[in-house]
């Protein structure tokens, strides 16, 4: 697994103090499958598992794309509720699912502080959910279904990209997650509004996904 990983010197934005943490090669990701509501399981290393980087000095945790530059009240706020109260502890090396899961569960707290977007937040429910696939169903459908109540919100409220997707993308997204969870009606509604979008042309494989699981949630919904 190693060798799939290297290490990367972080500065941290919240206590400026330099630490090492794992990414991945990417090149050398072997793809398994890809799931219908954008989940990609990969042979051998989960790139799930180091999409956080925690700062072992005062507890950070974002994604990469939000390790960013901090406000004076940012940092004073996050030493208040996070640093304080912060057992030093290192995720920079090889991550166990325990540990992976945890990483998220910081980033929420962090984001959730920061009053980060709505789009960022529900796709870190996003990812705890894939993350729990195949070990928790339970949880797996607490964390989906808190990322589609709140991508729902975001696409009424947010400019795109959200999560990183653009409109296309999210509208497919969350007619998959509707129909998940039995909700038929809405992923139809969902699904269309992707398939009618001005773009949908330049967006082909999603077009295809979106066609295949309109006619699925509609087999579904008759029966």
Not at 71 to 85: A, F, G, Q, V
Not at 102 to 114: C, R
Not at 146 to 166: C, K, M, R, T, V
Not at 175 to 187: D, I, M, P, S, V
Request: hydrophobic letters at 35%; a positive charge; proline letters at 3%.
């Amino acid at each position: 697994m190693k060798d799939s990983l290297y290490e990367k010197k972080v500065n941290c934005p919240s206590c400026k103090s330099i630490f090492t943490t794992q990414k991945v090669r990417t090149r050398r990701l072997k793809v398994l499958e890809r799931q219908p509501d954008f989940y990609v399981k990969y042979e051998g290393v989960d790139p799930l598992y180091y999409q956080v980087w925690i700062c072992p000095n005062c507890g950070f945790s974002a994604t990469e794309s939000e390790y960013t530059d901090l406000r004076r009240d940012e940092r004073d706020l996050l030493y208040e509720k996070i640093s304080k109260k912060w057992m030093q502890r290192d995720f920079g090396n090889v991550r166990t699912f325990e540990e992976a899961e945890e990483s998220f569960k910081l980033a929420l707290i962090t984001a959730q502080l920061l009053k980060k977007s709505r789009g960022y937040i529900g796709s870190i429910f996003l990812k705890l959910g894939w993350l729990n696939r195949g070990k928790s169903e339970e949880k797996e459908n607490e964390y989906l279904k808190s990322a589609l109540d709140i991508l729902e919100e975001a696409y009424q409220e947010e400019y795109f990209p959200i999560a990183g997707l653009n409109e296309v993308a999210l509208s497919y997204l969350i007619g998959e997650l509707h129909r998940r969870f039995g909700n038929t009606k809405e992923a139809i509604h969902w699904y269309a509004k992707a398939l009618d979008h001005p773009e949908i042309k330049n967006n082909r494989q999603i077009q295809i996904r979106a066609r295949d699981q309109w006619s699925l949630a509609r087999e579904e919904r008759n029966q």
